[in-house]
């Protein structure tokens, strides 16, 4: 019903700047939040950063917080996600989501519908 890809990826140096698109079709997003998260080898998937479809507020990882910023173009139904000050530890495999009721907590990833198929960021020092 819902797809969702990601695109933006790759190989960046430590400090370097990223932007990863998220495109999505199928049916409007007014009322979902939508959702960026990160997984690592041998770690649990990470919460990065969501917005509300019909905008207000922002959430953000504690980790990226003031480094990565969440929007979205209604226009082309298309979520981004714009990474400075980019740190090794931030190489990871990037996943878009959507969460179509958003009753549940938005931190955790099982409380997205919807999936990506994930773009992978590495970052070198």
């Known amino acids: 019903q819902v797809q969702l890809v990601e695109s933006g990826g790759g190989l960046v140096q430590a400090g370097g700047s990223l932007r990863l698109s998220c495109a999505a079709s199928?049916?409007?997003?007014?009322?979902?939040?939508m959702g960026w998260f990160r997984q690592a080898p041998g770690k649990v998937r990470e919460f990065v950063a969501a917005?509300?479809?019909?905008?207000?507020?922002?959430y953000y990882g504690d980790s990226v917080k003031g480094r990565f910023t969440i929007s979205r173009d209604n226009a082309k139904n298309t979520v981004y996600l714009q990474m400075n000050s980019l740190k090794p530890e931030d190489t990871a495999t990037y996943y878009c989501a959507a969460d179509s009721n958003p009753t549940g907590n938005l931190y955790n990833a099982n409380a997205y519908d919807y999936w990506g198929q994930g773009t992978q960021v590495t970052v070198s020092s």
């Open positions: 917005l509300k479809w019909s905008g207000g507020s922002t």
């Open positions: 199928g049916r409007t997003f007014s009322s979902y939040f």
